[in-house]
């Protein structure tokens, strides 16, 4: 393992990569604290994969970064060798507009993808937080996604295509190019979620969807959780399509998005609101500058800028959706937290940041934790300080998967180059 960022190291590497793309690493590149002794920013594939070789070969770690909104997801890492940032490996590689389908390289922030594609009204359908900042590359490793995942989808669902870079420096390619590719493993699938553990991603090929001609938003007010449940599986029972259905509390509340030509949306939303009258809740239709306002308030709530505090993923079955708030409710009060809450109510993808005390946030965690069996759902941090995570840990009880995830790290990456520790269960 190596000690520090010698000259020697630095000019080996940036003469084995034929370009002056690595550097040593400075405070601003520091990941939970820990500053990487090496940072290397390349520009091509070759270099992706010469710096994996090189670090391979050496017995040194690498930490890959995109935007850096996610960097801090998962556990604090031991020391880093070297930080391969990826954001100069940016743009859109070829847009198949024809066949719905787009390649873009793994630099690329999603606002900039889309933009792109928009030239011909297309998009590639996830909305997480910081679009601006967020690179597809980050997106995919983490299979992060938005309010739209109720009907498009998360990365996983998308993507049908990839090139990584393995922990050997060796390039391969899964997929294809086109929605109807059923040839080899599918190993793109494998990598979303992987959190940068088992290869790099270099490039990825997403199906795309049309955008909607019309927008219109239901802001929905309960008069308490458990009327959540009730309302949604009213809005499935007439066969209304929303492509998102989230939920937000304190207090609780709803947005309900239908997208479609203009006659459709309108006529959903007006469905959506007589059934919430009829499940004894109040609600508004939305359109234009309301709407925006509406949504952005809502992404604010829980990933704003700024805000402090511990944010939480819960992933539950649809149907305890109301049962899982007022858990949440409950937990917060015990431990006199402030907290919010925002998700997917139609698909059990709950956000929560709780804000207080570290030992009271533990609590708060455990408590959860505890109340969930195993194979029913799970309670995951995804921002929190060094000393919340040493005290809970991040990802929680993994289950029966935990040997097979560990065996197929093994497969990817026998050296443990990749990421170290920081996948699921480390």
Not at 11 to 35: K, W, Y
Not at 327 to 334: S, Y
Request: net charge neutral; hydrophobic share 40%.
């Amino acid at each position: 393992m190596a000690t520090g960022p010698s000259d020697v190291a630095l000019t080996d590497l940036n003469t084995r990569l034929g370009a002056p793309v690595a550097r040593a690493g400075a405070g601003s590149d520091a990941v939970d604290g820990v500053v990487p002794r090496l940072v290397v920013e390349p520009q091509t594939p070759a270099n992706v994969g010469g710096t994996l070789a090189w670090a391979t070969e050496s017995g040194r770690t690498v930490i890959v970064r995109g935007g850096g909104t996610k960097i801090g997801w998962g556990p604090t890492p031991g020391p880093i060798d070297v930080l391969l940032s990826m954001r100069r490996m940016s743009g859109v590689e070829a847009h198949r507009h024809g066949d719905l389908t787009a390649t873009v390289q793994a630099g690329t922030t999603l606002s900039a993808m889309n933009a792109v594609l928009a030239e011909h009204r297309q998009w590639l359908a996830l909305d997480p937080p910081d679009p601006d900042t967020a690179t597809i590359g980050g997106i995919v490793a983490t299979n992060d996604s938005g309010p739209r995942r109720h009907w498009h989808g998360a990365p996983r669902d998308l993507i049908i295509g990839m090139t990584l870079a393995r922990a050997d420096g060796v390039m391969a390619h899964s997929g294809g190019i086109v929605v109807k590719n059923v040839a080899g493993y599918d190993l793109a699938r494998l990598l979303t979620g992987s959190f940068g553990s088992l290869g790099v991603v270099v490039n990825a090929t997403f199906k795309l969807a049309p955008r909607a001609d019309a927008s219109r938003t239901v802001a929905v007010t309960l008069a308490g959780p458990e009327q959540c449940g009730p309302y949604v599986a009213a809005l499935v029972a007439q066969a209304s399509m929303p492509t998102a259905l989230e939920l937000a509390a304190p207090p609780p509340a709803m947005l309900v998005r239908f997208e479609s030509v203009e006659t459709v949306a309108e006529q959903q939303a007006l469905q959506a609101v007589t059934l919430a009258e009829q499940q004894g809740g109040r609600a508004v239709v939305l359109a234009g500058d309301d709407e925006s306002h509406a949504w952005r308030a809502h992404d604010t709530r829980v990933f704003g800028t700024g805000q402090d505090g511990t944010i939480l993923k819960i992933v539950t079955v649809p149907n305890e959706v109301s049962s899982t708030l007022t858990r949440i409710t409950e937990a917060a009060q015990t431990n006199h937290l402030d907290y919010a809450v925002t998700g997917r109510a139609g698909l059990g993808v709950l956000n929560v940041l709780v804000q207080g005390a570290t030992e009271a946030r533990a609590s708060f965690v455990t408590m959860l934790r505890d109340r969930f069996l195993p194979g029913q759902g799970s309670v995951v941090i995804r921002r929190a300080d060094a000393e919340l995570k040493s005290l809970v840990g991040v990802w929680g009880p993994i289950g029966d998967g935990l040997p097979i995830m560990r065996e197929v790290k093994r497969r990817f990456d026998p050296t443990g180059t990749l990421n170290p520790g920081r996948g699921p269960a480390g």
